[in-house]
């Protein structure tokens, strides 16, 4: 976290500083009477912050005035659809729930570490039967959100027509580009769901999703590797290596679950890439990049600067939903960039941007947090700075 708060485009406060400039320091970001952000024009943050800004007709925080034909559709659904949409969609969340507990029973779980538990090293039917049916209810349940079709690209060359008789060689070159991790951008808590109908892969979660009622038991299914994200300790070294492992065995097993990793360690509003962390770049593996993008008219399903459950809810409200993805080929890293991941991330950072059509941004979780405590106009900018890593 020292790190990061050094980047941050705030002086820190000098020791010789007079009490005039303690006190700036510790001046409101949103200054509750007027609402203007202390010393900054409203759209100059939003410009600064421009990678967690929303542009919706919801307003930044979801709050903005809507035009009456807006409140209409609203209602409507608030009657109709959205609670075939709970009801469907809770039946599929315990259907799987159930297909979970009964794969698992009287099996025992793999243990990599003392905190670490998980069912993706199954094999045989139990596997079979929890990764497919995983898969489609995955699929259904973005069906249900209103996710009616999915727009896929490959830009992945076609494979040219081989012979039978391959030699040696060209078999280890196969084994040599499998990829064992997949990096993607982060918009939505819904790249999640895509991710799990597409590949159903393992992600990293914190700790107490395990013990989450009906999502847990699916996590372990999925094969999370789990985190303490309100403490930082030696247990990182020991994350980052249980992560690195995955990889490099899904590199050497074709049938071992793929990890799937956001770089960026934090969402954005879909048109920008922050500078990726180097955990999905240590095992020196080749990667899978994919792109997600979610087009909209009036909701934008980029969630930013506005509370989980209303955006939840303003997500059911809308009748159609659209999500495209672009699938680019696997990145097979040179041996300078295998000697250096800071390297190796920022190429393919750059080569998603290109493909995608993204801005670079250099700013990351720390100034996001100051952004959405401007909006909220109820914290000073010392108080954001010492908070923990999310």
């Known amino acids: 976290m020292a790190s990061e708060l050094q980047q941050l485009r705030f002086d820190p406060p000098q020791s010789n500083a007079s009490d005039e400039s303690s006190a700036r320091d510790d001046r409101p970001l949103l200054n509750p009477d007027s609402g203007a952000v202390a010393d900054q024009d409203s759209d100059d943050i939003h410009l ?19 035009p009456w034909m807006e409140k209409v559709l609203l209602g409507m659904a608030l009657i109709t659809i959205v609670p075939i949409r709970v009801v469907f969609g809770m039946s599929l969340l315990f259907l799987y729930y159930m297909i979970c507990r009964i794969c698992t029973l009287l099996y025992d779980p793999n243990r990599e570490t003392d905190e670490q538990e998980d069912y993706a090293h199954m094999v045989g039917w139990r ?15 973005l069906f249900v959100l209103g996710f009616y079709w999915i727009s896929e690209v490959n830009r992945i060359p076609p494979n040219e027509n081989k012979s039978t008789n391959e ?6 070159s196969q084994e040599s580009e499998r990829p064992g991790v997949i990096i ?6 819904l790249d999640i ?6 590949s159903f892969p393992s992600f990293v979660a914190k700790r107490s999703v395990a013990k989450l009622p009906l999502v847990g038991i699916i996590s372990k299914c999925l094969g999370c590797v789990y985190v303490q994200r309100e403490s930082k300790t030696t247990e990182s070294k020991g994350v980052s290596g249980v992560v690195s492992e995955r990889i490099r065995e899904a590199v050497k097993n074709s ?3 793929m990890m799937m990793l956001f770089p960026e360690g934090t969402t954005t509003n879909g048109e920008y890439l922050l500078p990726f962390k180097t955990g999905a770049f240590l095992s020196k593996a080749p990667v899978l990049p994919l792109i997600l993008r979610y087009p909209y008219q009036r909701f934008s399903l980029a969630w930013e600067s506005m509370a989980g459950g209303r955006h939840f809810l303003l997500l059911l409200c809308q009748f159609v939903n659209h ?5 680019l080929p696997v990145y097979v890293p040179s041996q300078e960039e295998k000697d250096d991941p800071k390297l190796y991330a920022g190429n393919i950072r750059r080569f998603m941007a290109k493909e995608g059509n993204m801005l670079l941004s250099d ?17 000073n900018i010392r108080s954001v700075l010492h908070q923990k890593d999310d």
């Open 167 to 172: 030699n040696e060689g060209q078999e280890n």
């Open 323 to 327: 999500l495209e993805v672009i699938r």
């Open 363 to 379: 700013i990351g979780l720390p100034e996001k947090r100051v952004y959405l405590a401007a909006l909220n106009g109820n914290n």
């Open 193 to 198: 769901l895509y991710h799990m109908s597409s």
């Open 48 to 66: 600064k912050y421009a990678p967690f800004s929303r542009r919706d007709a919801y307003g930044t925080m979801g709050r903005g005035e809507l």
């Open 127 to 141: 596997r079979s039967v929890i990764v497919w049916s995983g898969r489609f209810v995955s699929r259904a349940m």
């Open 255 to 257: 049938s071992a679950p």
């Open 184 to 189: 993607s951008n982060h918009v939505s808590y």
